[in-house]
């Protein structure tokens, strides 16, 4: 079982920045793909930012060039860098990971078995 804990959400300035932190346990093999989604209310979570080992990231159109996804595999953390905030970014953010064997995460939110409770940010103008 994947356990997933994400930290690091707060209000912040439009043009600010923040980083936010996903502690993983539990056994994930080289097989998983690991990322961040977003939701605002009354909407669907949208894929934001995925990596997965030996293959790379990929990232929504909507943040590319700004956001940045790492993961720290000593410490089993996942980053996700969000540089130059803007309102519209306001979400409730959740860390995800699940058993991926294509070449590329998958941006669909059914793709993945295991999610953390979410971390919000909130960018005012």
């Known amino acids: 079982q994947v356990q997933l804990v994400e930290s690091g959400g707060d209000s912040v300035q439009a043009g600010g920045s923040l980083r936010l932190s996903c502690a993983a346990s539990g056994a994930m093999s080289s097989s998983f793909c690991m990322g961040w989604f977003r939701q605002t209310p009354g909407k669907g979570r949208e894929g934001v930012a995925t990596?997965?080992?030996?293959?790379?990231?990929s990232y929504s159109d909507s943040v590319k060039g700004r956001f940045t996804i790492s993961k720290d595999n000593f410490r089993n953390t996942l980053y996700l860098q969000m540089n130059d905030l803007k309102p519209e970014d306001t979400a409730m953010y959740y860390c995800t990971a699940g058993i991926w064997y294509g070449r590329g995460c998958s941006m669909f939110s059914y793709n993945y078995n295991y999610w953390g409770q979410g971390t919000q940010v909130t960018v005012s103008s």
């Open positions: 990596i997965q080992q030996d293959v790379g990231t």
